[in-house]
């Protein structure tokens, strides 16, 4: 390819809507163009990427037996009504209406046509396992899109879906997904954790996220240095205290604390470490008649160390608030505790609650909590002497950095990743609803087992930039590369020999099956270097007049600090050496 013939439309600044890196610098590389929120242009430089992650994609999923296909964007309401995601999921799921008033959705996700697929085309036990796939442009109606194509509205993404007798078979099938994609996450050349993800409210263990590790990353990924552990924090469990509670030490006080309603401020005014101050958080559930009204609430008290986090997917496998809850109000947190919140306690209630202490708090002694009165706190507080032991002990707190490993093989530490992939065992979630059934070797009908596996193609491209980046721009990984080698000749428009030496390097390199760019625009070489540097070219060979009278072209790789010299007549062996390895 010679860059004349291409589109290069690089820019000195990034606009002023770009908050993260990615964006700021697929913008100034030319990778693609904003048309409206959330919705992106890709242009021919940052389309090359997109192209190379989907041959990656195809080629390992096509080897671990998945069949493509290709679903449409626009579907009908008819099979979302069937799940009841029609009505389940929100404006994120765009409606429309065709010109007979008729109901479609443009696509986020394809469960409910692969599944018609499937209860019409896979009848027998003899047609399973069966995995369809498709690479396919979704939309979902974003609230806020932003950072670019990393939080779009309009994106690409493959999805695949698996198909299986029963649930050994299923999990059989999602093993090979999950290898699968080790495979694709390895060949991109990219620093990325497989961690264990929590799976709903469909249950069980089989959930796994991938994550590009960024230090801009909007997951916390949990992870063991010592061993092979990792989740991600909705997942990562909180192991109880080693060791008993202590004995009571302290009576129990009611103190002025005029003004302090955080455990931080109560903890700094007491002079006390926050770790001995414990938190209230006030939820509730609802019962509800056929007419979607509430008839009765329950209200519920968590108590929390004062420095750990409530992790509401934790708290909502609790039993009582695992069919669903929300956080009270400030009336029914007045009706039960006489006032509102930041005074809160477990003492002295003015109507009863269920009380669940996290783990941590299970078993602390002499604490501190809100007194339930406006200005005051309660010190020295004891389990059994002070307050009956809780209705419930769980864990209910996001993991911090330091904390034990569940494995029981060190310490947990935390860094920050971008999801690019999702596998995921759905079990009968949508076979049963849409009665997606085969018949079994005794001719009766079985519901199908299902697994649903996603990859983000256009987000990877974001992640990766993330993950590699400098002051100068972009370095891509040689897999995802727009172009792998570029080829620079200074002054190839005023010196016939640089212009002959730098064509028949680029004619060698393609002729070698290299993905090369020859760049015959005649631009000065600041600027030439600067456009490859910006865009991340992870190769770069310089052509000049005083090189080829030494005999020499000048090699540098993307992250090295200086130039090295390569004989003319090895430049293109030389080259394609670099690039195998």
Not at 9 to 22: G, H, N, R, Y
Not at 113 to 125: G, H, M, N, P
Not at 292 to 306: A, T, Y
Not at 518 to 546: N, T
Request: with cysteine.
């Amino acid at each position: 390819m010679k860059a004349s013939q291409f589109l290069i439309s690089t820019l000195k600044e990034a606009p002023a809507d770009a908050e993260v890196v990615s964006h700021q610098l697929m913008m100034r590389a030319g990778m693609v163009k904003k048309l409206g929120a959330g919705i992106y242009s890709w242009m021919p430089m940052g389309l090359r990427v997109v192209r190379k992650i989907e041959a990656i994609v195809r080629e390992e999923m096509n080897r671990a037996g998945a069949v493509e296909m290709l679903m449409p964007v626009i579907q009908p309401a008819e099979v979302w009504q069937e799940t009841g995601r029609w009505s389940k999921m929100g404006p994120e799921l765009m409606r429309v209406k065709d010109r007979h008033d008729r109901d479609y959705i443009v696509q986020p996700t394809s469960e409910e046509v692969v599944t018609d697929v499937a209860r019409q085309e896979l009848r027998s036990y003899k047609q399973l396992p069966r995995n369809l796939y498709h690479i396919q442009t979704k939309f979902r109606d974003e609230r806020r899109p932003r950072f670019g194509v990393m939080r779009s509205r309009e994106f690409i993404m493959k999805d695949a879906y698996s198909f299986d007798r029963d649930p050994a078979s299923a999990k059989a099938s999602y093993a090979t997904m999950a290898k699968a994609y080790r495979a694709i996450f390895d060949r991109f050349g990219l620093r990325y954790r497989a961690v264990a993800a929590d799976s709903g409210a469909i249950g069980g263990d089989l959930s796994e996220e991938f994550q590009v590790i960024a230090a801009t990353g909007e997951d916390a990924i949990i992870y063991c240095p010592d061993s092979d552990y990792a989740a991600n924090i909705e997942k990562a469990e909180a192991l109880a205290p080693q060791g008993s509670r202590p004995a009571a030490t302290q009576p129990m006080q009611k103190v002025p604390t005029p003004g302090k309603s955080t455990c931080a401020d109560v903890a700094q005014l007491l002079g006390i470490p926050l770790q001995r101050t414990v938190k209230s958080l006030v939820l509730a559930t609802d019962q509800l008649n056929e007419a979607g009204e509430i008839v009765k609430s329950q209200l519920w008290l968590l108590l929390l160390r004062g420095d750990h986090d409530m992790n509401e997917i934790k708290v909502g496998k609790v039993p009582g608030l695992d069919a669903g809850f929300r956080f009270a109000t400030n009336a029914e947190i007045v009706d039960h505790f006489g006032t509102p919140p930041g005074y809160l306690g477990p003492i002295g209630l003015k109507k009863p609650l269920n009380v669940v202490a996290d783990r941590e708090v299970a078993v602390m002694a002499d604490w501190v909590c809100g007194a339930n009165e406006e200005g005051f706190h309660t010190t020295g507080v004891n389990w059994g002497r002070d307050l009956p032991e809780p209705f419930a002990v769980a864990d209910l707190r996001n993991v911090v950095e330091g904390d034990l490993s569940p494995d029981g093989k060190g310490k947990l530490a935390i860094e920050r990743g971008i999801e690019v992939g999702h596998v995921f065992y759905l079990g009968t979630k949508y076979s049963k609803p849409m009665n997606a059934t085969f018949l079994d070797e005794s001719g009766k009908p079985q519901l199908m087992e299902m697994g649903c596996y996603g990859i983000g193609i256009t987000r990877l491209p974001a992640a990766a930039i993330e993950q590699n980046n400098d002051d100068r721009g972009i370095i891509w990984p040689d897999a995802i590369a727009p172009f792998t080698i570029a080829v620079c000749p200074i002054g190839m428009d005023r010196s016939a020999e640089v212009k002959a030496a730098a064509e028949k390097l680029h004619d060698d390199l393609v002729a070698a099956g290299v993905d090369v760019i020859l760049d015959d625009r005649g631009e000065r070489p600041g600027a030439m270097f600067a456009d490859w540097e910006l865009i991340g070219v992870p190769h770069r060979i310089v052509v000049s007049d005083r090189g080829l009278k030494e005999g020499q072209l000048e090699y540098q790789h993307r992250r090295d600090a200086a130039a090295t010299k390569v004989p003319v007549a090895e430049a293109s062996a030389f080259l394609r050496g670099r690039v195998q390895a």
